[in-house]
């Protein structure tokens, strides 16, 4: 399959005069034929109109405004192409949105979700998604930036970087998560479906802001009225009073509040300076890239998403890595060499929480027949070849498999019941990652997990308080850091653990083996 996309890449590059890889890259970097034929069909597909193309990364992004700005010098054409990232500079990011304002040039933006909403750049004629989006939701908003204008449909076009399947191949290979991905999104997306709003999690980042405002509406109020507005008759009943007066002394610890003699609540002046710069009002930020560190060396960056434990993984440049230390002051994850062998090719969405409602959906791609009418041939292809899998392991039967020294749970369920089950495992002296698709357990065996998963059944409750102080990195929106340790940690494990639903799988997998 490769050689066969080498030759057609080789044909498209010559009638453009694109560069393509050499062989010797193509040994570094597989997935770059695949990369530079998007680059190859984009340039063809895009020139000439204004359009949006999500990558799944920033670096992912500067490559492809980089290809496509190369496509455009060596044809002679001027630029098309350009960035638009949380890293980039604000002044950069702004040409990128006058280039797509103005009507007189087509510009097409290589993006992340900083263009996703609430930035106004007109209507668009297409949106181009590489790899599965972060969400339904998400893919809903970026396909309706397409199709604004009257009797023009709103178009989408997706790429899938699938890999040549080999006796080695894992299993989220053998079951193209990427693609199947994709296509249960817009299985849902077509449905009517998408992501319901989050609304029992503690959201204290937001908290943190509305205290601020809240004062600089009333220039100053006392803690029991502030109570009042905010929990007591708020969007935030779910927070104490206890977790709120540990937030107020923080945040006077900090120099942003403080209060007067009278027990009036005001702002000091670092609260000050917060509240009149322009970035006080949005209520999102760009996610923090951590440096990974091995042995003093720096291998790169990239946000993190997952909980994260010592002994615990993540999955970097191509390989597994284990957790030594996280610093959240620093940014740095200090990691050494893991085992496992071989990965999986599918990259995250951009390291997205994946719904349990999309995991059924893609259960139920794979589990049926019947046909996808939007793919084209070679993703058919890599359909059929995923079914015949899905059958061949007995996917619908089995939810525990071993797979060399990897034991692997498929459980079909999405991230918030996946990390939870990860950190419950983990508290019991398993190491693993949670790979998406299914959860991998390192150096143990299926008989292992399950007596670890009736031993959490048979102990005591499980506090999901407890499972969030293991995590070394909770800090994930924008005001987090000036929270204390007692409500970051309430709020992270509100936002981002199950511990019913982790339970339920438990029961079901233990059960399910009993009956085997």
Same mark, same amino acid.
């Given at each position: 399959?490769?050689?066969?996309?080498?030759?057609?890449?080789? $044909?498209?590059?010559?009638?453009?005069?694109?560069?393509?890889?050499?062989?010797?890259?193509? !040994?570094e970097e597989p997935d770059l034929v695949a990369r530079t034929a998007i680059v190859t069909h984009l340039f063809q597909v895009l020139r000439?109109?204004?359009?949006l193309v999500f990558p799944n990364s920033r670096s992912s992004v500067e490559f492809y405004a980089d290809r496509l700005r190369r496509c455009c010098e060596t044809a002679g054409v001027p630029n098309e192409f350009w960035p638009h990232h949380g890293n980039l500079s604000k002044e950069i990011r702004e040409q990128t949105e006058a280039a797509l304002k103005q009507r007189e040039k087509p510009a097409s933006a290589i993006c992340t979700n900083t263009l996703e909403?609430?930035?106004?750049?007109?209507?668009?004629?297409?949106?181009?998604?590489?790899?599965?989006?972060p969400s339904v939701a998400s893919l809903r908003q970026r396909l309706g930036r397409s199709g604004r204008r009257k009797n023009e449909p709103a178009i989408l076009r997706g790429y899938a970087i699938e890999s040549e399947l080999s006796p080695k191949s894992l299993l989220s290979?053998?079951?193209?998560?990427?693609? +199947?991905?994709?296509?249960?999104?817009?299985?849902?997306? /077509?449905?009517?479906?998408?992501?319901? $709003?989050p609304t029992d999690g503690l959201h204290a980042s937001t908290?943190?802001?509305?205290?601020?405002?809240?004062?600089?509406? @009333?220039?100053?109020?006392?803690?029991? #009225?502030?109570?009042? +507005?905010?929990?007591?008759?708020?969007? @935030? !009943?779910?927070?104490?009073?206890?977790?709120?007066?540990?937030?107020?002394?923080?945040?006077?610890?900090? !120099?942003?509040?403080?209060?007067?003699? $009278?027990?009036? +609540?005001l702002l000091a002046p670092n609260g000050e300076r917060i509240c009149e710069h322009y970035s006080f009002y949005a209520a999102f930020s760009s996610e923090e890239e951590f440096r990974i560190v091995t042995g003093g060396r720096t291998l790169g960056s990239m946000p993190i998403t997952r909980p994260l434990v010592p002994g615990g993984f993540i999955? @970097?440049?191509? #390989?597994?890595?284990?957790?030594?230390?996280?610093?959240?002051?620093?940014?740095?994850i200090d990691v050494r060499p893991g085992a496992g062998g071989t990965l999986p090719?599918?990259?995250?969405?951009?390291?997205? $929480?994946?719904?349990?409602?999309?995991?059924?959906?893609?259960?139920?791609?794979?589990?049926?027949?019947?046909?996808?009418?939007?793919?084209?041939?070679?993703?058919?292809?890599?359909?059929?070849?995923?079914?015949?899998?899905?059958? #061949?392991?007995?996917?619908?039967?089995?939810? +525990? #498999?071993?797979?060399?020294n990897q034991t692997q749970l498929l459980l079909w369920k999405g991230d918030r019941i996946q990390d939870t089950l990860l950190l419950m495992l983990q508290a019991k002296g398993f190491k693993g990652i949670n790979e998406g698709l299914c959860i991998s357990l390192t150096n143990t065996t299926v008989g292992d997990v399950i007596t670890g998963m009736e031993e959490?059944?048979?102990?005591?409750?499980?506090?999901?308080?407890?499972?969030?102080?293991?995590?070394?990195?909770?800090?994930?929106?924008?005001?987090?850091?000036?929270?204390?340790?007692?409500?970051? /940690?309430?709020? @992270?494990?509100?936002?981002?653990?199950?511990?019913?639903?982790?339970?339920?799988?438990?029961?079901?997998?233990v059960g399910a083996t009993d009956h085997g």
């Open positions: 399959m490769i050689n066969d996309q080498w030759q057609r890449l080789e $044909t498209l590059a010559e009638a453009l005069e694109i560069e393509t890889p050499t062989e010797q890259n193509q !040994e000439g109109s204004n359009n909403l609430g930035i106004d750049i007109g209507a668009v004629k297409s949106v181009a998604q590489i790899g599965p989006p290979d053998q079951l193209r998560e990427g693609l +199947i991905q994709s296509v249960a999104m817009v299985r849902l997306l /077509t449905k009517g479906w998408y992501e319901p $709003t908290l943190v802001q509305q205290i601020l405002s809240v004062i600089v509406q @009333f220039g100053g109020l006392q803690a029991q #009225r502030l109570w009042n +507005i905010l929990c007591e008759k708020g969007a @935030f !009943e779910a927070v104490p009073k206890e977790l709120l007066a540990s937030l107020l002394r923080k945040l006077g610890q900090v !120099e942003i509040i403080f209060q007067d003699a $009278t027990g009036l +609540i999955i @970097f440049a191509g #390989r597994r890595w284990q957790v030594i230390s996280v610093s959240q002051e620093d940014l740095v090719s599918f990259e995250a969405s951009g390291g997205a $929480t994946i719904h349990d409602r999309v995991r059924e959906e893609m259960r139920d791609v794979l589990r049926n027949d019947e046909p996808i009418v939007f793919l084209d041939q070679m993703a058919l292809k890599f359909l059929e070849e995923a079914r015949d899998y899905y059958k #061949r392991l007995g996917c619908e039967e089995s939810w +525990i #498999r071993q797979s060399g959490i059944l048979r102990g005591q409750q499980v506090d999901a308080l407890s499972l969030a102080s293991a995590v070394q990195m909770k800090v994930r929106h924008k005001w987090d850091a000036l929270l204390p340790d007692d409500l970051l /940690t309430a709020s @992270f494990a509100s936002e981002n653990l199950d511990v019913g639903g982790a339970l339920a799988v438990i029961s079901s997998v």
